[in-house]
């Protein structure tokens, strides 16, 4: 079976700090692969038997080989980086479509297409449906935990209000819905082997999209403005003996937000 | 005129790690070097007691005050300049300035705030190709370079880079009678072994005790004494008996992209064989060899699931029974390198597949938060046994030998806590034949048992030419290793030099010497 | 020469054969959309005395009938047992209302639900499709917007109209930023987070019904559905948390947060502590591990506050954190914080 895992590489928001005017500082921050994509993989790799291969890729500038490089370490088998200026400002659709371009050029035979739910760095999640759309494929949500059955999978995925059960036919895209934090490191061997695995590199014209398709000419949204929203977080503390004071306090807070 | 005021009994100045609670009537938070002198002139002419206090990180009580004032140096903090002389670059630092504080300015290579010591300095470091930084890592990076200094501070790196002794350039030390002595590494030396030095309008000379500190093996038992010493080393390690750091010069090395790799062994006693073997291979070249023996793995497992702290550690394979943790500089030879660590590993019952490396900042640091989960979660379980059993404390070996006596040493470890029924597990320095043994204890007579334990210990180290305490220092919970190591007449001589540069016996009480009887 | 410019009147000749006569573009508009209206996905769900619209799905009708002055169409998939909500939904602002009856569509899937809607919008063409930001609501539109080649704004938090034109607003990176977003094909679409617009009020009203017969290519293979909670609620649409931490050490408090939250009309959620305690189920979990959580006020009892945590609930409106430990990271990220035992706060709040 062949496994295509999407990856992203985003700034680490857990070492991104606060100015004083609470505008998060990103300088500085270090990259890294999105957690969220790393449990994706993390759970392709537990399922994958011998034989298998396991295809990471990504969109991103030059230096997002790192996040591929980190894949390939933790064992994926190979790896694409899908860069071109022309794809700067994408949004959802003119991402997924350069995705979907991808996948039909240089996988389209995969038994499973692979996504973390979202990017940490704010994104919305939306990706892995409107690829899903665009390969015409069935596609699985908040997935937890995924088995093989067969020549399918079965997932469970997460509702919220029901927690589904359902068989995952051929080609589908499935999109893991939580992190582990305490996922595994690579390994000494995954990282040695991963040094002779090399990241093949896809343009534009590879994916034979014109430049009114990608990027920022060919996305359907367009921020009109933005507004910087200063620090909601006012940060008062009170430090209290008596609880009860506390407990009116929020109990007042509460009434006035109604 | 500095800022001064009385202490309240639960106040956060009356202990340290140690959770050892002293007594004390007024903290004094000096904002610079002239109120920090004021303030000891007046008390040392009151013959009142002040102890020294920065970031309360130490775990010998030594900045708990038995009496009189604290001094507390929290105000006394920042990088203050870059320079550079024949050694290299060096950062001039306040005493409260903590170690990850100068290695994050360091690591921010924007040194316009900063004063050029030397002409030049700042933008020459800033140019250099790679960003530099202070290599002492005494684990707890949240404690003061002051604090680091006065206790001669070692941690993992010591493996490699030394204790912080060999990194200091220069000091400024308030001296107990209020003057101050500014000078390098080199300015004085002893001559045999008689002292000389000029502080202010006094002149000091005395005669320095006439024991060799043992320096063969980490070590951070009393002050330094040796024939021609230089007299930054009688500074270093003297935990504030002999004067105050008021401002001090640290030097710097480059820093080097790491790969940090945790090796797991089916048994401790695989781990404890690979150990010689790793240390003895050039080509590994590790820059540090912590342990982890199959108890402490236990224990983190255990506390896995509830533990905040553990909230990112990766999780322990179940087949390990032991771990070796290292970091290596990364270089082009990786592979080769590599491969002589599969050979041991191989011949002790591992293999590359059983372990984890990372090279970003944040793997390296997963497996750091694991190493360190061991002594806070030991810590945490005794903070528990508190409410039952108030005299309770932890119970930590800080035990150092030669390369030679370190099977000898471990053997001799879990024979005596075995015979006596005691639960422990072994982790930390290997590199440096200086694991800590810690006790779980379960009841106040395993305390009894462990306390006497310890002595034997400590006997067996000094025995085998090593140190009671390794890193932790003395402080005023390990002052019955003075006596052991030095006898009766060391520890006088010692509290002879207290005499000439304190002769109201006012600073740091009860730290190394013990209180005056 | 007639003096006018650029050819605009007939007698000027212009180079180019096939052009309209000038101005004629811009009064019959023939490059332009003839979209109009609004349409609504309006999830069902099932409450204890049968099916129920959902909050987000009223909320959406009722911004869309301030938004537009052409028709609100609300689209809904279910069985005969849905007639009950027909008066509703007209009072809620409804003119048209598609009622998908398919046997095959009475459990939801997201394929077959984005193939129907989009055929709707085909029909319809409205000027603009709203979808609630509900975890079916998240993965259905941008099915449908790919399908279509349509812009999609996720998860707004505000909607205004220009004439039929929308700004969807929207936070972007970590809630620092409001971005103003349109999209620049019609039909736009947008998912809005649930409590971004008011309820309107219950009223019956009267409208036009129309049974849309579809019949779905794909249908998945669902093993089961099991439902998680009893009272099929989700910490995602809580518009008041109360989520419990590590520092809440007595499991009855746990009785007496839900007793609370009963009465302040919250949910109650927590860290990952309680749920590897087994104190709580994971589907209550807020954080990378578990849900992310966006209330309008996030009250944290006993939590720490770990960046794994703190990704989860970043979103929150208004934060209150109480934790005894000053040194706890919550502090640093929440509006108003109490160093207090969260144990006797929640249980003085309980006594109020």
């Not at chain 1, 999209?209 to 996305?219: A, E, F, N, R």
């Not at chain 1, 003996?241 to 306090?249: E, L």
């Not at chain 2, 005669?207 to 080393?233: C, Q, R």
Request: hydrophobic letters at 40%; one cysteine or more.
């Amino acid at each position: 079976m062949r496994f295509a895992v999407a990856v992203k590489q985003v700034p680490d928001t857990m070492e991104m700090s606060v100015d004083e005017n609470g505008s998060l500082v990103r300088t500085g921050v270090p990259a890294i692969l999105n957690p969220y994509d790393e449990q994706a993989l993390a759970e392709v790799l537990r399922i994958r038997e011998s034989g298998d291969e396991v295809v990471v890729f990504t969109m991103g500038p030059p230096q997002a080989a790192e996040a591929l490089r980190r894949c390939l370490e933790l064992g994926a088998d190979s790896a694409y980086l899908i860069t071109d200026r022309a794809f700067a400002g994408a949004d959802v659709y003119a991402t997924a479509r350069a995705l979907a371009a991808f996948i039909t050029g240089n996988i389209p035979d995969a038994s499973l297409y692979v996504f973390g739910r979202q990017a940490i760095d704010g994104d919305t999640g939306q990706v892995p449906y409107e690829v899903a759309a665009l390969l015409d494929v069935q596609q699985f949500a908040y997935t937890e935990s995924l088995e093989r059955d067969g020549d399918s999978f079965l997932a469970v995925q997460d509702y919220g209000h029901v927690r589904r059960t359902a068989r995952v036919p051929k080609g589908s895209v499935v999109s893991f819905g939580t992190v582990d934090p305490n996922c595994p490191l690579p390994s000494i061997r995954g990282y040695l082997e991963s040094l002779g695995r090399p990241i093949k590199e896809v343009d534009r014209v590879a994916l034979g999209l014109g430049v009114y398709s990608v990027g920022l000419k060919g996305s359907l949204t367009r921020i009109v403005s933005t507004e910087s929203v200063m620090s909601t977080r006012r940060n008062r503390r009170v430090e209290i003996s008596n609880p009860a004071t506390a407990a009116d306090f929020i109990m007042t807070e509460l009434e006035g937000s109604r | 005129m500095f800022y001064r005021q009385r202490i309240r009994s639960d106040s956060k100045y009356l202990t340290d790690e140690s959770k050892m609670t002293g007594k004390g009537e007024h903290v004094i938070i000096p904002l610079n070097e002239g109120e920090l002198r004021e303030a000891v002139r007046i008390n040392n002419s009151k013959g009142n007691p002040i102890t020294v206090s920065a970031m309360r990180t130490g775990v010998c009580g030594g900045c708990v005050p038995l009496e009189g004032d604290v001094i507390s140096l929290e105000r006394m903090s920042g990088v203050l300049g870059i320079g550079r002389d024949e050694r290299g670059y060096f950062a001039r630092v306040l005493p409260c300035t903590t170690i990850e504080e100068i290695n994050t300015v360091l690591r921010g290579r924007d040194f316009s705030k900063l004063a050029d010591v030397t002409e030049g300095a700042r933008e020459s470091l800033a140019g250099e190709p790679v960003p530099y930084f202070y290599p002492v890592d005494p684990t707890e990076m949240g404690g003061s370079i002051g604090g680091n200094i006065a206790c001669n501070a070692s941690g993992p790196r010591t493996y490699r880079y030394g204790p912080t002794r060999d990194w200091i350039r220069r000091l400024m030390v308030v001296l107990p009678e209020g003057q101050y002595v500014d000078f390098k590494r080199g300015d004085f030396k002893a001559e045999g072994r008689r002292m000389s030095f000029p502080a202010g309008r006094s002149y000091y000379s005395f005669d320095i005790p006439t024991y060799d500190f043992n320096t063969s093996v980490k070590n951070a038992a009393g002050p330094m004494f040796h024939e021609d010493m230089d007299l930054i080393d009688m500074f270093v390690g003297s935990e504030g008996i002999f004067g105050i750091i008021a401002e001090a010069d640290v030097y710097l090395a480059p820093w080097h992209p790491l790969m940090s790799n945790i090796l797991f062994f089916p048994s401790d006693s695989d781990a404890l064989a690979a150990v010689k073997e790793i240390r003895s291979d050039e080509a590994i070249d590790p820059e540090f060899l912590e342990y982890m023996d199959g108890r402490s793995l236990e224990l983190l497992r255990g506390v896995m699931g509830s533990d905040p702290a553990m909230v990112r550690v990766p999780r322990i394979p179940d087949r390990a029974g032991a771990a070796l943790f290292f970091d290596m500089m990364m270089t082009d030879d990786m592979v080769d390198r590599y491969s002589h660590v599969a050979a041991i590993a191989e011949r002790h019952g591992s293999s590359l597949e059983d372990s984890w490396c990372g090279h970003t900042e944040g793997d390296r640091a997963r497996m750091r938060d694991m190493r360190h989960s061991i002594p806070r979660s030991i810590f945490e379980y005794v903070a528990s046994l508190k409410q039952g059993m108030p005299g309770i404390h932890k119970m930590g070996t800080d035990m150092s030998v030669p390369d030679s006596a370190a099977d000898e040493m471990m053997a001799y470890y879990s024979e005596q806590l075995d015979a006596a029924g005691l639960e422990y597990v072994v982790f930390g320095h290997i590199g440096n034949n200086h694991p800590h043994v810690e006790i779980i204890l379960k009841s106040m007579d395993d305390f009894e048992k462990a306390k006497e334990v310890y002595g034997r210990f400590a006997r067996k180290a000094v025995e085998l030419g090593g140190s009671p305490s390794a890193e932790h220092g003395i402080g005023k919970i390990k002052i019955d290793y003075m006596e052991l190591l030095y006898g009766r007449e060391g520890v006088e001589q010692i509290r002879k030099v207290k005499d000439i540069l304190d002769p109201k016996g006012i600073l740091c009480r009860g730290n190394i010497l013990g209180a005056v009887q | 020469m007639s003096g006018c410019e650029g050819g605009s009147c007939s007698t000027c000749g212009t180079d180019d054969p096939n052009r309209l006569p000038p101005g004629m573009l811009k009064a019959y508009d023939l490059n332009q959309s003839t979209a109009d209206g609004i349409l609504v996905w309006t999830e069902v769900v099932e409450g204890p005395d049968g099916p129920r619209i959902d909050d987000s799905g009223a909320e959406l009708i009722g911004a869309a009938r301030n938004l537009t002055d052409g028709r609100v169409f609300a689209v809904v998939f279910g069985g005969t047992e849905l007639k009950s909500l027909y008066g509703r939904l007209f009072g809620y602002g409804v003119d048209t209302l598609y009622h998908v009856r398919e046997k095959s569509l009475e459990r939801y899937s997201p394929e077959a639900y984005a193939e129907c809607i989009a055929s709707l919008m085909d029909r319809i063409v409205p000027a603009a499709v709203l979808i609630g930001a509900t975890s079916r609501g998240r993965e259905v539109a941008p099915r449908i917007a790919a399908k279509m080649g349509l812009g999609l704004t996720a998860d707004c938090t505000g909607l205004r109209a220009d004439g039929r034109k929308l700004i969807m607003t929207r936070p972007a990176f970590g809630g620092n930023l409001m971005a103003d977003i349109e999209c620049t094909k019609y039909p736009q679409m947008a998912t809005v987070r649930p409590g971004s617009f008011p309820r309107p009020e219950d009223s019956e009203g009267q409208g036009t019904v129309i049974y849309w017969q579809f019949c779905p290519e794909c249908i998945k293979d669902v093993i089961s559905d099991e439902p998680m909670e009893e009272d099929g609620s989700d910490i995602r649409d809580a518009k008041v948390l109360i989520s419990l931490g590590d520092g809440i050490r007595d499991r009855s408090l746990i009785d007496v947060a839900e007793s609370v939250a009963r009465k302040i009309g919250a949910q109650v959620s927590c860290s990952r502590a309680l749920v590897e305690k087994g104190w709580m189920p994971r589907s209550r979990q807020v954080g990378m591990s578990g849900r992310t959580v966006a209330p309008e006020i996030y009250l944290a009892f006993g939590i720490s506050g770990a960046v794994q945590h703190r990704a989860g609930m970043l979103r929150s409106g208004k934060v209150i954190a109480v934790n005894n430990d000053p040194d706890a990271p919550i502090h640093s990220f929440a509006d108003l914080s109490f160093i207090a035992d969260a144990g006797d706060v929640l249980r003085a709040m309980d006594r109020e």
